[in-house]
T-cell receptor, first 114, second 109 residues
Framework: IAGITQAPTSQILAAGRRMTLRCTQDMRHNAMYWYRQDLGLGLRLIHY???????GKGEVPDGYSVSRANTDDFPLTLASAVPSQTSVYFC?????????????FGPGTRLTVL | GQNIDQPTEMTATEGAIVQINCTYQTSGFNGLFWYQQHAGEAPTFLSY??LDGLEEKGRFSSFLSRSKGYSYLLLKELQMKDSASYLC??????????WGAGTKLIIKP
């Protein structure tokens, strides 16, 4: 693995189903993020984690949950998917030791909720 | 509230120069980022400014004026591969990035 991986690449999901998007990084970054990207709205932060064992809510957290059991993994769960959660989801990570805090992005998951 | 404004779309000619502007309002400020995003791909880092002035990196330069809440990305000697969306993001007092909606740059031969 080099960088950040996300799975699945794309998914079509029936409304009401539970879904977990996976994210794994091998850069030993302490901070990780989940964004959704919708046309015309730019990236919006869903949840973040500054270090393993801690999580925080972003701009649009409702309907989503996360966990950070270790440094490398940061799964995002939709407990009961709704059509408004149709979007492209990006996971990102950064190294808080650096002042710049540049974020590195995974390839994204395209989710369609019907 | 926090807000980032940038043009929705711009068109330029191959070989020319284009400037993409960004204005921001955030709670605190810890730097301004520019990312490039090709269609269907993830954003990739281009530049970071935290002090006023111009940062040059090859064909790309980025400028920041903190007092005006203003930044621009300057792309020189445009190539067809520069066709992409350019995302402006400001880091707030909590070190979270506030993102603009992106500027789609179309390069014509």
């Amino acid at each position: 693995i080099a960088g950040i991986t996300q799975a699945p690449t794309s998914q079509i999901l029936a409304a009401g189903r539970r879904m977990t998007l996976r994210c794994t990084q091998d850069m030993r970054h302490n901070a990780m993020y989940w964004y959704r990207q919708d046309l015309g709205l730019g990236l919006r932060l869903i949840h973040y984690s500054n270090t393993a064992g801690t999580t925080g809510k972003g701009e649009v957290p409702d309907g989503y949950s996360v966990s950070r059991a270790n440094t490398d993994d940061f799964p995002l769960t939709l407990a009961s998917a709704v059509p408004s959660q149709t979007s492209v989801y990006f996971c990102a990570s950064s190294d808080w030791k650096r002042d710049m805090n540049e974020q590195f992005f995974g390839p994204g998951t395209r989710l369609t909720v019907l | 509230g926090q807000n980032i404004d940038q043009p929705t779309e711009m068109t330029a000619t191959e070989g020319a120069i284009v400037q993409i502007n960004c204005t921001y309002q955030t709670s605190g400020f810890n730097g301004l980022f520019w990312y490039q995003q090709h269609a269907g791909e993830a954003p990739t880092f281009l530049s970071y400014n935290v002090l006023d002035g111009l940062e040059e990196k090859g064909r790309f330069s980025s400028f920041l004026s903190r007092s005006k809440g203003y930044s621009y990305l300057l792309l020189k000697e445009l190539q067809m591969k520069d066709s992409a969306s350019y995302l402006c993001a400001a880091m707030d007092s909590n070190y979270q990035l506030i993102w603009g909606a992106g500027t789609k740059l179309i390069i014509k031969p």
